[in-house]
């Protein structure tokens, strides 16, 4: 029969809430960095085509 030991188990499911947690904010930040390129590049794109159709 298998011995369990209660203490580390729950060490190391906290662990791995603390892990996904921290991947969570990880993706979020990345989600938002795709975000803000995409904004950028629409900003580029529509001075460019406002400068274009001035020359």
């Known amino acids: 029969m298998a011995h ?3 203490q580390e188990t729950g ?3 906290e ?3 603390q892990q996904a947690r921290a991947t ?3 993706h979020h930040a990345q989600i938002m960095l795709i975000a803000a ?3 950028a590049f ?4 529509v ?3 406002m400068l ?3 020359l």
């Open 24 to 26: 969570g904010y990880v």
């Open 37 to 39: 390129g995409l904004a």
């Open 4 to 6: 369990l030991d209660m």
């Open 11 to 13: 060490d190391g499911i």
């Open 15 to 17: 662990t791995a809430r």
């Open 52 to 54: 274009s159709t001035l």
């Open 42 to 45: 629409g900003i580029v794109a």
């Open 47 to 49: 001075a460019a085509a």
